[in-house]
């Protein structure tokens, strides 16, 4: 089969196409072939080399895969050949997703839901499990409450945009000015250009000095320092972005404010409920742009670069091949 391989930790001319063993599903897996898969920051934070003891090379990268069935080893019981399924592969436990078949355990694999693309599928797993553990799982976003989301325009941020609607809050967002229509077409009550204004004067002011219950950051930097300011009395904090500097939270004590650290984490629990939103209209990815298998380097080039006019999330077509 045919594979992107990276060969170094380096830029994205270290990754390779080459031809590769077809893997074989072992006890409690399937092998799936491949029909999307998408980019993330962490695909090229893997690739420069931010995790070199984790992953093993040449290797395969890669976090989302929407596919179907061709085979399912012993033991196997909740699905068959030919379904369409959707999942973000173990991170750093095994080959990823930027090749035609990847074998995963079943248990952390979905049905895709129908109405979605492959392309559209591939474009959702990690961001959509992602923001669903933030908000849903540790932020514990209830109804009528309000969040401050970062980066809205973003793979993670505009999901996280329609997850918080539908749970009934009220949506702040921090986007580029050329973003903003894009934003409130998902949901967001109030965008705030983060280029021109100051986020927590921005919130002061359309919360009558009140605050967000809950400040998503996925945007890193000096955001958890900052969100106390932003924050009403009780309020929570939910980073995904692991800053390596030491942050200062001293803020948080005025606030009693909790702060969570989430690294997503996989299960085919996530990705149902995500399915039950998309049935139901609540929730779409927006593919901003497309590439092929054989130019993933070209896709990791674009979603590095600072301000690159994408919306949403880089899908990448796996046009599998005979053999
Ligand atoms: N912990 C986890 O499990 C986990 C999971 C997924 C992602 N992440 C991390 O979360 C971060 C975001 O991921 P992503 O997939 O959403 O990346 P992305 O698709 O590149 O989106 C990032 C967004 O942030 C915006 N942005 C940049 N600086 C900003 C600022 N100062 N204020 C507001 N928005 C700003 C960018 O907008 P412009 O176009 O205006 O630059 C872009 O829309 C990455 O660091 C990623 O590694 C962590």
Redesign the pocket.
Same mark, same amino acid.
């Given at each position: 089969m045919k594979a992107i391989v990276l060969t170094s930790f380096s830029g994205p001319e270290s990754f390779e196409l080459r031809d590769v063993p077809k893997p074989v599903p072992g006890t409690g897996q399937v092998l799936v072939r491949v029909h999307a898969t998408s980019i &993330?920051?962490?695909d090229y934070?893997v690739r420069r080399g931010d995790y070199p003891d984790l992953v093993p090379l040449p290797g395969i990268t890669g976090h989302d895969v929407s596919g179907v069935v061709e085979a399912v080893g012993p033991g196997v019981t909740a699905f068959s050949p030919g379904d369409e399924v959707w999942y973000t592969p173990q991170i750093f436990d095994g080959p990823g997703s930027y090749a035609e078949y990847h074998v995963a355990a079943e248990s952390i694999v979905g049905k895709k839901p129908p109405s979605l693309s492959h392309l559209e599928a591939a474009s959702l797993t @990690? /961001?959509g499990g $992602?923001a669903w553990e933030a908000l849903a799982v540790r932020a514990a976003l209830r109804v009528g409450e309000s969040i401050l989301i970062? +980066?809205g325009? +973003? !793979? /993670? !941020?505009h999901v996280a945009i329609q997850l918080a609607k539908a749970m009934g809050a009220r949506v702040f967002t $921090? /986007?580029?000015e050329e &973003?903003f229509e894009f934003a409130r077409s998902l949901g967001a009550d109030v965008v705030i250009d983060?280029e021109k204004e100051d986020y927590v004067d921005a919130i002061m002011r359309e919360t009558g000095g009140s605050g967000v219950d809950v400040v998503f950051d $996925?945007? !890193? +930097?000096n955001a958890l320092t900052r969100s106390p300011d932003a924050l009403a009395q009780l309020g929570r904090v939910v980073t995904?972005?692991?800053v390596a500097q030491p942050q200062n939270l001293i803020q948080a004590w005025g606030k009693n404010a909790s702060y969570h650290f /989430?690294? $997503?984490r996989q299960n085919r629990g996530k990705l149902d409920e995500l399915s039950a939103l998309i049935e139901r209209g609540q929730l779409r990815p927006h593919v901003g742009a497309v590439y092929s298998l054989a130019d993933i380097p070209l896709a990791h080039a674009r979603?590095e670069t600072? &301000?690159?006019g @994408?919306r949403g999330?880089i899908a990448i077509a796996v046009e599998p091949s005979t053999h």
């Open positions: &993330n920051p962490l934070q @990690l /961001v $992602t970062h +980066g325009a +973003g !793979g /993670v !941020g $921090t /986007v580029r &973003n983060y $996925t945007i !890193g +930097g995904i972005v692991d /989430v690294f $997503t979603l600072p &301000n690159n @994408l999330k």
